[in-house]
């Protein structure tokens, strides 16, 4: 069969089929952000203190009932003890005076048994406050998050049934499934609507073969590891989807903690995607797969790594450096899913953009138990989110190059490019078996 592209190039780069379509997948990725995005607001942790009911103590011991701690070189007021009510009730009704008549640091003190008391400065109620999800129970605030992800990727799978049944099939993969018929119907709707002639015959030779094209058995998930033209590239990109998308919802729900007003560092965070996406477009049209990804990792890491030598008086820097994080780690996202479907033949380009979703989904579902390690470190977060993305700039320098070069659509295609690049290799070197040949359909 003809080339492809020269097949389908009666239709044009750009007409009224191509633009409805593209609208229509822009018009499904806006309520995304709605549903994400609320959890920045909805799971954040409100300034809280133990809750102090009793009204049997002096106005002096209300105020000085709850312990004064050193957290990085600054006082703070504890937000998970009190000192024990019932001493401090003796105290009042004795009429001492805390700090006078009182040495405060040689009370005991006790867990917040009556539950906490919760600004409302900023916001009314979280899922925090809502449950008490502080103090000991701080660990399973992530789980709040971790549930609306798992609700993401049930729904990814039930839409993917419902666009196989109304978004139409990719006509090359459905020549790729001999289905010649259907992708000839939809390339003809197509050709109507951007009011263009199609030809008598678009596929004119696929009759030769498309008995064999129905003949061959189907690629599954194993043949992602099982070939050996792909075999290494898998893990690699797996590893690149993850680290991305961990560091792109790591650092959009942490933009929450490094401001004052959590409002406007959000929309800040939301701004920042703008030139990331511009920069996406600008990469995928002029510049190489291999060195945009390893920028991206690379800007994305160096900030993350930075922002633990600022000083805490300087809070609007460390915004500054989590935004330049976020705006390349927007932009790898951007890039890595079109890279994917360049490296994979069309036979396995559906289940492969499959695997990499379903492991970027991982990345989003560990992003809040990673930022749920500055308990222990403040800059730990930051310390692994860095180093995923250093790994992953690295291990692309094992990726073949696809810039510029025609979408592969046999399995021997993807084998001739691996030999191209490493032209060392021996044509005759045994490797593992193929089930039947593609057709070059």
Known sequence: MKDYDNAVAFLGQWGRFQLIFFFLLCSTIVPNGFGAFTLIFLTDVPSHQCLVSDTNITEDWHKSIIPVKMVNGKPELSSCSRYRLDVVRNLSALGYIPGRDVNLTDLEQENCVDGWSYS????????????DLVCSDQWKQPFTTLIFFLGVVFGSFFSGQLSDRFVPESPRWLISQGRVEEAEAILRKAAKWNKVQAPNAIFE?????KAETH??????????LRLSSVRVTTPIVCLMSFSLCAGYFGLSFNVAQLSADPYISCFLAALVEIPGYISSWVAL??????????GCFLLGALPLFFIQLVPENLSNLSLTLEL??????????????AYVAELYPTVLRNTATGICMAVSRIGSCASPFVLNLRVYFTYLPYIILGSLAVLSAFATLFLPESFKQPLPE??????????????CKSRNKTRLPVRQQDSPL
């Open 120 to 131: 409302k400065d900023i916001y009314e109620s979280t899922v925090v406050s809502e449950f």
């Open 215 to 224: 003949s061959k058995e189907q690629y599954t998930v194993l043949d992602l």
């Open 410 to 423: 046999t399995i021997q295609q993807v084998e001739e490019r691996e030999r191209m690049k490493c032209p």
């Open 205 to 209: 030779d696929c009759s030769v073969t």
């Open 285 to 294: 049209r002029y510049l190489p797969r291999r060195l945009s990804l390893i």
């Open 324 to 337: 330049v994080g976020k705006y390349a780690f927007t932009t790898g996202i951007s890039l890595i899913f």
